[in-house]
């Protein structure tokens, strides 16, 4: 498996937005689900910071998400375009393999 997580801040205002956006229904996942080896998304919330998330997508494999990132980059690229109004600050805290 291959995980990449995701950390996020997120101003009151724009919370609902934002998790619409990258819960595991969301617009991310949406997008990610036309690979078949896309294995599904997690929102985790901070419990003691407001406004700060994690996502953790995972994928069977590096070469999935690779592969996925060719054939729909231009997707990917506008979907991060039209997200940035919704998050103050956006730091990829790294990809794993497991």
Same mark, same amino acid.
Do not use: N
């Given at each position: ?21 990258? +819960?595991? #229904?969301?617009?991310? %996942?949406?997008?990610?689900? !036309?690979? $078949?080896? &896309? ?6 919330? /901070? ?13 069977? +494999?590096? #070469?999935?998400?690779? %592969?996925?990132?060719?054939? !729909?980059? $231009?997707? &990917? ?6 997200? /940035? ?14």
């Amino acid at each position: 498996m291959f995980v990449i997580v995701w950390q996020f801040e997120v101003t009151e205002e724009q919370t609902t937005g934002f998790e619409a956006a990258y +819960s595991a #229904d969301g617009s991310w %996942a949406r997008l990610f689900r !036309h690979s $078949a080896e &896309y294995l599904g998304t997690e929102l985790l919330r /901070d419990a003691y910071v407001p406004g700060r998330y994690l996502t953790i997508d995972r994928w069977q +494999s590096e #070469d999935a998400f690779r %592969a996925f990132r060719k054939q !729909h980059d $231009a997707d &990917y690229e506008a979907l991060d375009r039209a997200c /940035d109004a919704l998050t103050a600050s956006e730091q990829r805290v790294g990809a794993f393999s497991a």
